[in-house]
């Protein structure tokens, strides 16, 4: 390798360690240029491409990786299926995914399949947040919870995200792996509301969200489920009684919001006529995503 490749290759390097893949991505083409047959400049720039959304070089990046080392290709292999999935090029995801040893569903169109859950780290450049998925195959899920609407993110929206574990989280008294959002893949068609209410302890609580069950869309306690933790603890496991930036409050707070997750406004209104409208607890709702 020349010493222009070498140096290329090194700014690359150090611009993708402080994460900044936009800027990564001229010195990591011009390393493979330079040195075409070096497999480590290619995974450079599918890295760099993957984190900057060119997909088509990011998939060409790993192609080319992984024809030159293909003994030593399963991160190439599976990126490969990110960028091909990000391009709907379903065939090519397809082997690549089977590349790195998943068994797949019969077919040459999108995958849809059933392997579990996880946590997924929703819009984590500008406001983060950790956000309960079901995945639908090896880098595409579908947000179960109702994140807040500064994540900018809704229930049901399909994320496309990274493969490398970045954290843990509990649900349920099971740990399930964090991973990093790439980008939003497909935005469903619900709205999110907010619900602010009053209620004396968890069981006038429970009794209202008992009120929508049945509707089309889903409702969580933010008061209860949302915390604030430092960006350290975020990639790892924080416990629960974690918080670095506000004091713990001791004891029920009356004073709550719920997130509502609607797919028509229609569903909201019978709410309001059938279950909300009559109960003291509704202070107020409000249309915030």
């Given amino acids: 390798m020349s010493e222009a490749a070498r140096a290329a290759m090194q700014q690359a390097d150090e611009l993708i360690a ?3 893949f936009t800027a990564a991505l001229g010195p990591a083409r011009e390393a493979c240029l330079l040195s075409p047959e070096s497999s480590e400049a290619w995974w450079n720039l599918a890295i760099a491409a993957k984190h900057a959304h060119a997909w088509a070089d990011c998939l060409h990046a790993c192609e080319r990786s992984i024809s030159l080392t293909p003994d030593a290709s399963e991160g190439a292999c599976w990126n490969a299926g990110i960028a091909a999935t990000a391009l709907r090029q379903w065939p090519r995801a397809r082997e690549a995914w ?8 019969d077919g040459d169109g999108p995958l849809q399949m059933t392997i579990g859950h996880a946590w997924v780290r929703v819009n984590p450049q500008t406001e983060p947040e950790v956000v309960f998925c079901k995945r639908i195959d090896p880098c ?3 947000i179960l919870s109702v994140p807040l609407p500064d994540s900018g993110r809704r229930f049901g929206d399909l994320v496309l995200h990274d493969g490398e574990r970045r954290g843990t ?3 349920q008294q099971a740990a399930y792996a964090v ?5 939003l893949y497909e935005p469903s ?7 602010s209410v009053v209620c004396r302890d968890s069981t006038r609580r429970d009794h209202l969200l008992d009120k929508f069950e049945g509707v089309d869309g889903a409702v969580e306690d933010w008061t209860e489920n949302v915390s604030l ?5 975020s990639l790892g496991e ?3 009684d974690h918080d670095h930036d506000h004091a713990p409050t001791a004891g029920w707070q009356p004073a709550r919001r719920l997130g509502l997750a609607l797919r028509h406004e229609r569903d909201l209104k019978r709410l309001r006529r059938f279950a909300l409208g009559w109960l003291p607890e509704v202070h107020e709702v409000t249309r915030v995503l």
């Fill in 18 to 20: 402080r994460r900044e």
């Fill in 98 to 105: 089977a590349g790195c040893g998943i068994q797949l569903p």
């Fill in 140 to 142: 595409r899920a579908q």
């Fill in 169 to 171: 989280r509990r649900h």
């Fill in 179 to 183: 991973f990093d959002e790439l980008t």
């Fill in 189 to 195: 068609d619900y709205g999110t509301w907010q619900v």
């Fill in 229 to 233: 933790i430092c960006a350290r603890c």
């Fill in 238 to 240: 924080p416990p629960e």
